[in-house]
C-alpha cells in the first residue's frame, strides 16, 4: 500500500476548501436572485374602505419590505445596464427600464409607509 505524500493532501485539501467556497458563493447568489425577485403589486379595493396602514405594517414594511425593495432596486438597475442593448435591439428598453428599475423604485421610495399601493404616478 502506497501512502500519499504530503503534497497530494495539501492538493486534496485545497481542492476541498475552493469547493466549498464555491458553493457557498453559488448559495448567496441563489438567495440573492431569490429575494431581488420584482414584486408587482396590483391595486385591490380596500375591504374596509380604509387605507390607513397599522403600526405593524407600518414596522415590517421599515424593516423587512423596504430593504428588499431597494435590494430589488438596486439588482433591477443592473439587470437593466445589462440587457439594455438587447431591448434596444427589440424596441422595447422604455418598457424594460419601467418593468426593471421604475416599479420597484415606485415601490421603495413614493409609496407611503405601510401602504399597499403607490399614490406617486411617476410616468
Not at 396602514?53 to 414594511?61: E, L, R, T
Request: charged letters at 20%; glycine letters at 6%; a neutral charge.
Amino acid at each position: 500500500m502506497e501512502r500519499p505524500d504530503a503534497r497530494d493532501l495539501s492538493m486534496k485539501h485545497m481542492i476541498l476548501q475552493r469547493s466549498a467556497r464555491l458553493r457557498k458563493g453559488i448559495a448567496a447568489a441563489g438567495m440573492t436572485l431569490v429575494l431581488a425577485t420584482p414584486a408587482y403589486a396590483i391595486e385591490l379595493p380596500s375591504e374596509q374602505g380604509d387605507d390607513t396602514p397599522s403600526a405593524g405594517m407600518m414596522v415590517a414594511d421599515a424593516l423587512i419590505g423596504r430593504p428588499l425593495l431597494l435590494a430589488t432596486t438596486v439588482v433591477g438597475a443592473a439587470l437593466f445596464v445589462v440587457s439594455a442593448p438587447f431591448a434596444a435591439m427589440g424596441q422595447n428598453i422604455d418598457e424594460t427600464a419601467r418593468v426593471l428599475v421604475a416599479t420597484p423604485a415606485q415601490a421603495t421610495f413614493a409609496r407611503c409607509l405601510g401602504c399597499k399601493t403607490t399614490r406617486v404616478d411617476w410616468d
